[in-house]
């Protein structure tokens, strides 16, 4: 609160970055114990990858693979249970005790049969069926080869977090204070010295000690000497306060945009924006945004998500890619009420308290459904680059008046083909006699902005 | 005296100077009943008082969900016959039987055209082909860089599954990997995409059977 007011962020700027060139110990040191990190787990990688056991029969192993992937991935996992059984092993469990590939290939018919092992598996996993697949014994066999003989992926070497952690900026500040704080001290005693000085040499000339005065005395009568140059420090120094508060006085309210560092709350649950939105070719899922904000093109709140949303995949997935992830996993089904070991909700739900990051105030309407499905905006127009940048959501735009109406002054309409501005467009190319004849000066630069169709109207959005 | 004062307003520099703004705080709100107005709004934090009332209404506000879920039996209301069916309740129970039911007996109340596809292929880019791929071979970027369990593809497996039991998928869920759709797609918009698996499913045509618009079933 206090810098927004005094400290607007681009007298920052104005700093040198480690004006003393003191030495930050701390940012060396994380750096370096990252470095070191990195290339432990680097060579830890390499020595595993050189021990992974390689299948003996490549090409059977390949075939199972993809048989696999498309038939059975679906439902079942290697190692873990999933909708159905982990099929490790799978074969040798079932050798002398019944036709594994009459099971697999239609196991309600096999089930019938009475199987013993057949009906233990049934139980543990109904009521979901198995739906029948059409495979030969052979490509079974495959199936299980690959099975049995794949080996988890070695982890993945952790990723350096992107961007180093900044507190430089504080730093400057803890800097430049003790350097003040020196040179009062270096100053005062200075002043102290100085005084004795002039007291000893009134004595030695026998003038007496000079007469008892405070600090604060001899400071009014050393400015009353220099007047004209007290005079223009002062205005100086009034002036820079008043064009002080009145930039600070712009950016009250304002919590985004260039002005101001971007508000951006901390969540109760950590969620990555680029892991889930980013580019599938960065690595990242590319899941839509509205995908989660489904109402952004139906109703004039975007939406945060209920946590069924972030269930549909996170019944499947709850390990993330680092251990913090798995954290932050474990926190939805904890608010879900979902229990990973057993596969069920437990029915015990809690609601998460998301911060509302934007928060507009109500004397202006904005809808999302105006601007996402009939103005055919990208997410990014407005909320910058948060699939690509931001893992945590901050307000990119200023949302303030001004800019709202800068975009409806320049913003082109996308007209053609919309079905909502078909009527204004029949009556804009429409016939004169119609009394429509005024209307072409709207056509005249060739293009029609949100303004002309009435964007600037003030009850548009205050009413 | 006055070395105390410089202290003093060092130290009062120093403290304005270190903080360095919470970054869970907006900052200075400007005129705060704005922002918390006494008419409800969606996601506002009520539990910040701007009127001071009490300790007690703020501990209440704050555990006030506003996101809730209509009143169980509720049917939404459409003066529009042909939007209203919609919002029937849906018959089939979320069991292998019911599957198994919708499957047999559920058809597509709206007629299979064009326009629907298309406007199912805009829906399925935004909710469906993250896992499913662009084409439904189940490639999608999740599954790729996800490590997600991949659906079956609809060239594949999923090759012959009827439009009642996408349908019914699409609004329970299956197994595991697919969760349920019914809170973020409307009946309408789920049809439609229904549609568009089926056109996927014949190869990227459209399919002859859906065209001879099948008379709606149990909706």
Known sequence: MLPRLFLPPDFRDLLPSNPLGMPLPACLSRRSIRSIRTAFALIL?????????????????????????????????VDSKMTGPALRGAKVKWEGKGDLYAWVKNSQAYLKTGNELAVKIWDEYKPTIMTPVALTNEEIDAIFYYVDNWAPPV???????????????SNNWLWLLVLALLFLIVGLSLSGVKRSLANAVSEAEGKGTLPETSRMQRFRAWAWEHKVFMSFVGLFITVWVILKLWDAAWVIGVYGGDEVPHYKPE?????????????????????NCQYCHSSAEKSKHAGIPSV?????????????RTEAGTKEIKKIHQHAGWDPEKGAFTG????????????????????????????????????????????????????????????????????AGNGYYDEVMARLNGDTILGHGELKKYLEDGKITVKELGGWECAKCHY | MSTRNAITA????????????DPNSPGVEYMPDMYRSPAVEAYVDYGQDPYFRS?????????????????????????DPAKAQFNMPYPFPNTPEGYEAAGAQLKSPIVMTEATVDKGKAIYAKFCQHCHGDKGAGDGPVVNNGKYPPPGSYSGPLKDLPEGKIFHSLTYGRNVGMGPHASLLSKEERWMVTHYVQYLQNGEKMTRDAMAAAPPVNQ
């Open chain 1, 45 to 77: 990688s390499l020595s595993l990858s050189a021990a992974q056991a390689q299948p003996a029969d490549a090409a059977l192993y390949a075939s199972g693979e993809k048989l696999f992937k498309g038939n059975c991935a679906s439902c079942h996992k």
């Open chain 1, 155 to 169: 982890a993945d070497t952790p990723k350096p977090p992107t961007g180093e952690p900044t507190d430089q900026g």
């Open chain 1, 267 to 287: 969540q109760p649950i950590l969620f990555n924006h680029t892991l889930h939105a980013g580019k599938a070719n960065k690595g990242n899922l590319a899941i």
């Open chain 1, 308 to 320: 069924n949303v972030c269930m549909n995949c996170h019944k499947a997935v709850s390990t993330g």
């Open chain 1, 348 to 415: 015990q739900e809690e609601p998460v308290r998301w911060v509302k990051v934007h928060n507009l105030p109500d004397h202006a309407y904005f809808s999302h459904a105006t601007h996402v499905s009939v103005g055919k905006l990208e997410c990014q127009e407005c909320h910058g680059p948060i699939d690509e940048q931001m893992d945590v959501a901050e307000q990119w735009a200023p949302l303030t008046m001004k800019w709202c109406i800068t975009c409806h002054n320049e913003r082109e309409v996308k007209m």
């Open chain 2, 10 to 21: 060092s130290l009062a520099l120093a403290l304005m100077a270190s903080c360095d703004g």
């Open chain 2, 55 to 79: 300790e007690e209404f703020v501990r209440k506000q704050r555990n006030r969900p506003s996101a809730r879920k209509p009143v169980e039996g509720t049917i939404a209301f459409s003066a």
